[in-house]
């Protein structure tokens, strides 16, 4: 390969990751015609491989492997430290998903290179690379740039995805060396009754302490459910016990860009906002005029969710049965 683009292809139970194509679209703009691969982990999972051949990339490498049919951070590290050594891309490109921020800073440490993380955008700077990233709980974005081979992980919604191009990538297979592990990963749980993922959901419906009490949070499951859209919260409830923390919306929480997000309840403190201000489109129902969410809002409802909430959803079955 020397030089060019390597895209990690995050997969999920063989399933891609949505947001892998937006990092493949970005690839293709930075690659400047120079080679783009990516590289697909698991166990069981040619035919993610076979799905990316569709994407224009010039080889898919494939390490199918029963040391990596659980995400361990260490054997993956392994597997795409000597793929690098191999290749020796200019970037390699993440999604900014909990792999991501685990396996990126990994890899550039071991393999010597720079490393520059939730990428807004991404363009070529000399021999490196230039990156926008938020700042400061989102008050400011500033310009960071890298020299040499780098490691990047870009936010999901910060890209365009890729359309289907020229299909024909060749699946390479990738061998995978035996790694002594330190620690290995026993068991994945999913949660039980989850079927949206919060960082892939196109629709995100988020409830914060308007809601009251924590038996309220029916009403956002299902505007959720009936939009089809995954369910979100704010800080404040997650640290009061009304929700797992996986369904924290902000900068300690996830990260989330999707096409619609819906606040319910929630003030807008900054490091919330933090977490998905990149939207779409931003819908803030609240009974406080002066909330700072209404600021960031493309739409705002001043009221009572208590009843605006149940309308909502009520219009939402309607329009979807229609």
């Given amino acids: 390969m020397a030089g060019g683009v390597l895209i990690f292809a995050e997969q999920r139970e063989g399933k891609l990751k949505k947001s892998v194509l937006e990092i493949i679209g970005l690839g293709r703009e930075l690659a400047s015609g120079g080679p783009l691969e990516a590289v697909v982990l698991g166990q069981g999972v040619g035919a993610v491989a076979e799905q990316l051949r569709a994407f224009g990339l010039q080889k898919i490498r494939l ?58 955008s991404l363009a070529k700077a000399g021999d490196g690379f230039a990156s926008r990233k938020s700042m400061y709980g989102g008050k400011v974005v500033g310009t960071w740039n890298s020299s040499g081979p780098t490691v990047a992980t870009v936010r999901p919604g910060a890209h365009a995805a890729a359309a289907p191009g020229t299909a024909g990538g060749e699946v390479v297979p990738l061998p995978v060396k035996p790694v002594s592990l330190r620690a290995r990963v026993a068991e994945v749980v999913r949660a039980v009754g989850e079927t949206v993922d919060l960082s892939e959901a196109e629709i995100v419906v988020s409830g914060g302490r308007g809601l009251k009490a924590p038996e309220n949070f029916k009403l956002i499951e299902e505007l959720a459910r009936a939009f089809g859209g995954a369910v979100g919260a704010s800080r404040a409830v997650v640290d009061a016990g009304w929700i797992e923390h996986h369904h924290q919306v902000g900068q300690t929480g996830m990260t989330v860009s999707p096409k619609l997000y819906v606040a319910c309840g929630i003030s807008g403190a900054i490091q919330h906002l933090a977490g998905m201000r990149t939207s779409g489109c931003i819908v803030a129902i609240n009974k406080d005029p002066d909330a700072p969410i209404f600021k960031l809002a493309d739409f705002g409802i001043v009221g009572d969710l208590f009843e605006v909430v149940p309308l909502l959803t009520e219009e939402v079955r309607k329009i979807k049965a229609s």
């Fill in 63 to 120: 390490g199918d492997d029963p040391s990596l049919a659980l995400a361990s951070p260490e054997a993956y590290v392994a597997a795409l430290r000597q793929l690098c050594a191999e290749l020796q891309p200019d970037l390699v490109l993440f999604t900014a998903s909990a792999m991501g921020r685990d396996l990126a800073p990994r890899l550039a440490a071991r393999a010597d290179f720079a490393l520059l993380s939730e990428c807004l």
